[in-house]
T-cell receptor, first 111, second 115 residues
Framework: DAKTTQPTSMDCAEGRAANLPCNHS???????VYWYRQIHSQGPQYIIH???NNETNEMASLIITEDRKSSTLILPHATLRDTAVYYC????????????FGTGTSLTVIP | DSGVTQTPKHLITATGQRVTLRCSPR?????VYWYQQSLDQGLQFLIH???????AKGNILERFSAQQFPDLHSELNLSSLELGDSALYFC??????????????FGPGTRLTVT
């Protein structure tokens, strides 16, 4: 599975959009980009995933560059409850492949 | 609430002992994954079971073993425990319909403390 690179930490003002970048320059054609977050010591929570096209759901938007070498997770209106560690993961669409969570980005939403 | 349950919530035991952690996946999910999260190692994938069969192994020690039962619940067995095994152990489940993996739903975790 491709490796990902994320900034260690970011701050965002409450009510503003939080844009979390992820680099995955060695991504393969069959690998999806997944985003999860972990609030304190709770179990990680799935946010969104995509292959090529941009995706949006009730939690966030995922923007994947045309060459698929990087992506951005967008939380449109960050709240204090969005303070968490955000993990970007790339994984092939096939059972038997592992999930590598990496170190993630610690997002702090500031009042 | 993800729908994944894990028991016990907390476990304190001594070095050399053996413990069993239990996970019940979401209704209908066929896959169960186990992860270990310690302060210095981050979230590490241990093992994946799909419909009772082992599908992938990660950084799982030989002292650890897992299985998935016909009712799809899973158990992670940790033996000859060492201080370094102290960690949060998470279980996750997913539908895994053929080759579409989809998202994983994580349980609340079991905090293991080895003294």
């Amino acid at each position: 599975d491709a490796k990902t690179t994320q900034p260690t930490s970011m701050d965002c003002a409450e009510g503003r959009a939080a844009n979390l970048p992820c680099n995955h320059s060695t991504i393969s054609g069959n690998e999806y980009v997944y985003w999860y977050r972990q609030i304190h010591s709770q179990g990680p929570q799935y946010i969104i995933h995509g292959l090529k096209n941009n995706e949006t759901n009730e939690m966030a938007s995922l923007i994947i560059t045309e060459d698929r070498k990087s992506s951005t997770l967008i939380l449109p209106h960050a709240t204090l409850r969005d303070t968490a560690v955000y993990y970007c993961i790339v994984r092939a669409d096939s059972t038997g492949n592992q999930f590598y969570f990496g170190t993630g980005t610690s997002l702090t939403v500031i009042p | 609430d993800s729908g994944v349950t894990q028991t016990p919530k907390h476990l304190i035991t001594a070095t050399g002992q053996r413990v069993t952690l239990r996970c019940s996946p979401r209704s209908g999910d066929l896959s169960v994954y186990w992860y270990q999260q310690s302060l210095d190692q981050g979230l590490q994938f241990l093992i994946h079971y799909y419909n009772g069969e082992e599908r992938a192994k990660g950084n799982i020690l030989e002292r650890f073993s897992a299985q998935q039962f016909p009712d799809l619940h899973s158990e992670l067995n940790l033996s000859s425990l060492e201080l370094g095994d102290s960690a949060l152990y998470f279980c996750a489940s997913s539908l895994d319909r053929e080759r579409w993996l989809g998202e994983q739903y994580f349980g609340p975790g079991t905090r293991l403390t080895v003294t």
